[in-house]
């Protein structure tokens, strides 16, 4: 069975700019979440998705948005960026909500 | 302020070695705890726990819940240098079908010495 697939794996931007992250669930995955991954803070929950709705959003700012289709994939956007924004983000999926298995995570890196 | 806190931040071992990883919690609406192993990508799902006092084993790792403590432990036996990882511990949390999400903790960076 494949995993979470996220991409790209690597990603640089400049401040002000936006960018779109994608993640394909595991099969048959409905829950899709997001998390943002950096050394000061750790990982910190971003939102959370489940059959296109979304249930449930961390906090961060209004920035940062995210949808999921009807095939399950999702799709996470941040706009305006800021070097703060640097980080590793990670998308974990699951049939109803737990447990939750995660991909790779994409690395941005914001000059 | 939902939080779960792990200790120590970081431990180094030698080989066969047995450590023993802290997990507390203060959360609310909690439905399970979580243990996830992370190298140097994605976290990997070890265990979730919904019930004190119920061991979960899987090789030389194990953990248990205590909910009344609001605590979990997670313990590797015999340990070996593919254990050196960072191991999250994280507090699955929601109601009524809703508000999913899991809190982590900043994790133990545990490095096992040959």
């Known amino acids: 069975k494949a995993g979470v697939t996220q991409t790209p794996r690597y990603l640089i931007k400049t401040r002000g700019q936006q960018v779109t992250l994608s993640c394909s669930p595991i099969?048959?995955?409905?829950?899709v979440s997001w998390y943002q991954q950096t050394p000061g803070q750790g990982l910190q929950f971003l939102f959370e998705?489940?059959?296109?709705?979304?249930?449930n959003k961390g906090n961060f700012p209004g920035r940062f948005s995210g949808r999921q289709f009807s095939n399950s994939r999702s799709e996470m956007n941040v706009s305006t960026l800021e070097l703060g924004d640097s980080a590793l983000y990670l998308c974990?999926?699951?049939?109803?909500?737990?447990?939750?298995?995660f991909g790779d995570g994409t690395r941005l890196s914001i000059l | 302020e939902d939080k779960v806190v792990q200790s120590p931040l970081s431990l180094v071992v030698h080989e066969g070695d047995t450590v023993t990883l802290n997990c507390s919690y203060e959360?609310?609406?909690?439905?399970?705890l979580l243990w996830y192993k992370q190298e140097k990508k994605a976290p990997t799902f070890l265990f979730m726990l919904?019930?004190?006092?119920i061991e979960k084993k899987s090789g030389r790792l194990s953990s248990i819940l205590d909910k009344k403590e609001l605590f979990s432990i997670l313990n590797i036996t015999a340990t070996q240098t593919g254990d050196s990882a960072v191991y999250l511990c994280?507090?699955?949390?929601?109601?009524?079908?809703?508000?999913?999400?899991?809190?982590f903790g900043k994790g133990t960076l545990l490095t096992v010495n040959p």
């Open positions: 919904t019930s004190s006092g």
């Open positions: 974990a999926s699951s049939f109803s909500g737990q447990p939750q298995h």
């Open positions: 998705y489940f059959s296109e709705t979304q249930r």
């Open positions: 994280a507090a699955f949390l929601g109601s009524g079908g809703s508000n999913y999400k899991l809190t």
């Open positions: 959360v609310t609406n909690f439905r399970s």
């Open positions: 099969s048959g995955h409905r829950s």
